[in-house]
């Protein structure tokens, strides 16, 4: 055994319960019979595991924490096995992997389903009451909270189980406080009164990333605001024409001329009949609308920036539902935001004020958790400066620290940097981190405390405190995490090792959410990145290119993929079907469709090993070393240093591939040599010396182990379950070894034969020819054919029956073609292939069926140019109708002269 198969735990006897039953008679893979097995016995085995005192470079990877409320989806599943294809790469690579995973408290998501679990009994959370809101989350999260983690376990994630952390943990809530404290003591985290979005469905705050922006299609409306002096009006444009009730001003921009002699004169506000101020402003757009527009601090983070250049008051029109408040006229009060919206503009048309109305396409902020429109509001909340913790982010991008894969990532990660606004961090919700600040309940005292720990007392006067009600916003605890889960603030064993981590592998839509604020984070407290590389997979859509979703009832359940196809065959469809920067298509009506190349490619090699291991009974001869028994160069055939020399080039293929995150070409590569180069080609061509029919059996069996196994080591971190349970049933290796102990396979230049691949390709070439003519002139399967080739060469002399064999080739010969008819090919070096037809098939039947189609298509060629020659068509058709039509009479004009040609040669009359 070698002393990288040793340097692992190995496990204590076989696989228990599957060594009699991996292969046995089936001629399909049966991954029910095996996956559940088999992780059972990795896990009991320890090979997942990481050792922060191996002495081997490290390999990190922080799982995206998924919600505690979560089941497993297409996103889960493509995001786990990306980041399972990789630590499985770098564990046979020699390096100690620390795959961590975690789970996320999600406030908003977390709180919503418990609300809606109460009010389905009836109740709310109001009305149980904080304490035993936050008791009845525990209990749900305590008996889901490991659900979808066990899930993951299906897909077959190595993850080092051991190291589990859940974001309100004791360990990681001190971190949260830590972090907060800290940034308060240094001027970073601040209290003020500034416009946020606010979601009316779930009553709290949102970051500006939480906003989620989406294009709808709205109404401009233009309102007449009638000047106080009664000498004319101003015309503004709003989308939100409700918000007037709040209005404090009409800014325009200093430099409009239109407005020059009205600033500083005043309007007197329809509806409310308020007289507010005109106002000259920088920050007016006079390409927008009218140039002139109504300002409401209250509602909007541009008119409140306008508001306190120039001492506006903030009226604050809604309430927390964003219905009417008492701020506005008694008769709108308590109406919904859109029905106030209409019955603002019905006032304004009566009043002869409601200039006109525009179709407006606009981007809307929508709440990321429960997709309600959110509300622009003047609220009490608690921030983070950012830009300070921006800076060393962007420069740590720019001198190369971290890198993104796509590298265009990577410019949309510095465009935010560049122009980031402070992190509104407080959420009205109960669950979650709650803000550590208390306030001294007398109010002639004052004190605010920011603590480590709770506090009992106000520390200034003695007296009851009370500690703030809100919470941190989820991603407070999420950005800690690649340090906190590692036992941060304390300076640990895991944290000394495994900081900073090697690779983040996680979705585009939360670049911001998450990825740039660990990246600050780790810079912050830690000083350094938390990883050099990003990795931003794409999107899971359907077919029509929609992102898969509950609401749209568009997605697929991994699980169900798992039980109807195998967890191989979900991992391979997922990694091999989606390119760096490209997302995966996959159909939710149809699972077959989107599965079966992955089971089908699960079948071929579960089949290939069937044939390798009925013929291999005993350990091989080796291919090299010292050994007496080794296999002499010259003992190796033409095929056999060709599969060796096409093994050797995927192992390099491969190997780059899984380096550079192009893991659908690690697939595919692994893909290709399997079940062309091994299965189809050298399998056949090594059937008589592996039947015991020619010489060189032992020679047959030793390449075709070796390179097998190689493919299968290859393989691995793409699909493990078969590749595990193929690799204990090769002879040659030590029983109750795990393939993910062994070494990753490194290219010897030694093994590669490119006089060999070029020979035996044309070989190929050859058989591929004589087969495509068989195809295209109807040859039955069973029917042998003379073939002559123009001229031999030392190949086609060595593999003549080879040839013969996998062509259904009854006589081979060489020279210049008969006059007999046949079909014809040319290949790559020149070399004609002649295949004559008399007696493999009925000529006059083959002529007869050849002019019934030429006359089918002759039927079909004059009615196009018919209708091509048509003047009303051409002209009145879309464009693209017109061309689709040219290329399809293109299309049969050309048939028609390939069946024509094909008759010439065959001599039909």
């Known amino acids: 055994m070698s002393p990288q198969l040793q340097r692992r735990r190995r496990t204590k006897g076989p696989l228990p319960g599957l060594t009699g039953r991996l292969l046995g008679t089936a001629s399909h893979y049966a991954p029910r019979e095996i996956e559940a097995d088999l992780y059972r016995w990795w896990s009991v085995a320890d090979l997942f595991g990481a050792d922060r005192d191996a002495g081997r470079p490290r390999y990190v990877i922080m799982m995206p924490p998924p919600n505690v409320t979560a089941n497993l989806h297409m996103g889960h599943g493509l ?30 998501a977390t709180q919503n389903v418990v609300e809606r679990m109460l009010l389905a009994e009836g109740t709310t959370r109001h009305e149980i009451g904080r304490d035993a809101f936050e008791a ?19 897909i077959g994630a190595s993850c080092d189980w051991t190291r589990t952390y859940f974001t309100l943990d004791p360990a990681l809530s001190r971190s949260v406080r830590e972090t907060f404290v800290r940034l308060y003591e240094e001027g970073l985290i601040y209290r003020g009164n500034y416009v946020i979005n606010w979601c009316p469905r779930c009553h709290t705050a949102l970051s500006n990333e939480e906003a989620e922006k ?27 024409p409700e918000t007037m009730l709040g209005d404090t001003a009409v800014a325009v921009h200093p430099e409009d001329e239109r407005y020059d002699r009205l600033i500083g004169e005043t309007i007197r506000l329809p509806v409310v009949d308020r007289e507010v101020p005109i106002v000259a ?56 935001r859109f029905e106030a919206r209409a019955k603002v503009v019905a006032e304004f048309e ?68 560049e122009n980031i606004r402070d992190w509104c961090i407080s959420r009205q919700l109960w669950w979650g981190h709650r803000i550590p600040v208390w306030y001294c309940a007398d109010s002639g005292c004052g004190e605010l405390t920011v603590s480590r720990t709770d506090v009992t007392a106000c520390p200034a006067c003695g007296g009851a405190v009370r500690q703030d009600d809100d919470v941190l916003d989820t991603w407070f605890s999420s950005w800690l995490v690649p340090f906190s889960s590692l036992g941060w603030p304390d300076r640990t064993a895991d944290l000394a090792a495994f900081y900073p981590g090697s690779t983040l592998v996680t979705a585009p839509e939360i670049l911001y959410f998450w990825v740039a604020r660990m990246i600050m984070a780790g810079l912050k407290f830690m000083g350094g990145v938390p990883f050099s590389t990003v990795y931003l997979h794409g999107t899971v859509r359907d077919t029509q290119h929609r992102k ?159 390179t097998f196994e190689v493919a299968l080591r290859l393989l691995h971190p793409i699909m493990p379950f078969i590749t595990e349970t193929l690799w204990q049933r090769i002879p040659d290796h030590p029983k109750g070894v795990s393939i993910m102990s062994a070494p990753w396979p490194k290219p010897d230049s030694r093994a590669t034969d490119h006089e060999a691949e070029r020979a035996f390709g044309l070989v190929q070439e050859l058989v591929g020819a004589i087969r495509a003519i068989r195809a295209e002139y109807h040859v039955e399967p069973a029917q042998r054919v003379r073939v002559r080739v123009a001229w031999s060469n030392p190949a086609f002399e060595s593999q003549a029956d080879t040839i013969r064999r996998l062509a259904k080739v009854d006589e081979l010969s060489f020279g210049e073609p008969s006059s007999e008819p046949g079909g014809h090919d040319v290949l790559s070096d020149g070399n004609g292939v002649f295949v004559p037809l ?65 008759r010439q040669l065959l001599g039909c009359a």
């Open 136 to 154: 009845r989350v525990w209990d749900h999260v305590r008996e889901t909270g490991a659900t979808i983690l066990d899930q993951l376990k299906a």
């Open 350 to 417: 009566r009043a002869g004020l409601l200039d006109r109305i525009e179709p407006h396409r606009h981007a809307v902020g929508h709440c990321y958790r429960c997709h309600t429109v959110v509300e622009p509001r003047l609220s009490e909340q608690w921030f983070v400066k950012m830009a300070p913790l921006a800076g060393p982010a962007l420069e740590a991008y720019r001198t190369g620290a971290v890198s993104f894969i796509p590298a265009r990532r990577g410019e949309e990660f510095a465009s935010w940097m």
């Open 838 to 902: 008399g007696d493999a098939i009925d000529i006059a039947r083959e002529c007869a069926r050849l002019a019934a189609e030429i006359q089918r298509l002759g039927t079909l060629i004059e009615s196009q140019r018919r209708k091509l020659a048509n003047d009303q068509f051409v002209s009145r058709a879309p464009p693209l109708v017109v061309d689709k039509e040219r290329h399809k009479l293109a299309a049969w004009e050309e048939q028609s002269t390939v069946l024509a040609e094909k």
């Open 214 to 240: 989406r294009e709808v299609d709205g109404s401009l409306w233009h309102l007449r605001y009638p000047l106080a002096s009664g000498t004319g009006h101003l015309v503004v444009a709003t989308t939100r």
């Open 79 to 108: 995001n786990n096995t990306v980041q399972d294809v990789l630590v499985r790469f770098e564990r046979m690579r020699g390096k100690e992997v620390l795959w961590l995973p975690g789970t996320d408290h999600a406030g908003i």
């Open 548 to 706: 898969m979703s509950k609401s749209l009832g568009n997605g697929i359940d991994p699980l169900e993929v798992v039980d109807r196809y195998g967890a191989d065959a979900l991992r391979f469809t997922v990694v091999s079907g989606m390119a760096v920067g490209t997302d995966l298509i996959l159909d939710p009506d149809d699972l077959e469709s989107s599965f079966a190349s992955g089971r089908n490619f699960a079948n071929k090699v579960w089949n290939a090993a069937r044939f390798i291991l009925t013929n291999v009974t005993e350990p091989t001869r080796p291919l090299a070393g010292d050994s007496s028994n080794v296999v002499r160069p010259e003992e190796l055939t033409l095929p056999d240093r060709w599969v060796i020399t096409r093994c050797q080039e995927t192992v390099v293929a491969a190997t780059t591939a899984y380096e550079r995150f192009r893991l659908n070409d690690a697939a595919n590569a692994v893909y290709r040599f399997l079940w062309s180069d091994l299965a189809d080609w050298y399998l056949e061509q090594s059937k008589p010396r592996l039947y015991g029919e020619e010489p060189g059996g032992d020679v047959a069996r030793a390449v075709v182990v070796k």
């Open 281 to 336: 402003d920088d920050g007016v757009d006079p390409s927008f609308g009218t140039g002139a527009v109504k300002v409401t601090p209250a509602h909007d983070p541009l008119d409140f920036e306008i508001g306190q250049r120039h001492d506006l008051p903030s009226i604050d029109i809604l309430t927390g539902e964003a219905r009417i408040g008492e701020e506005a006229p008694a008769r709108f009060r308590g109406l919904d």
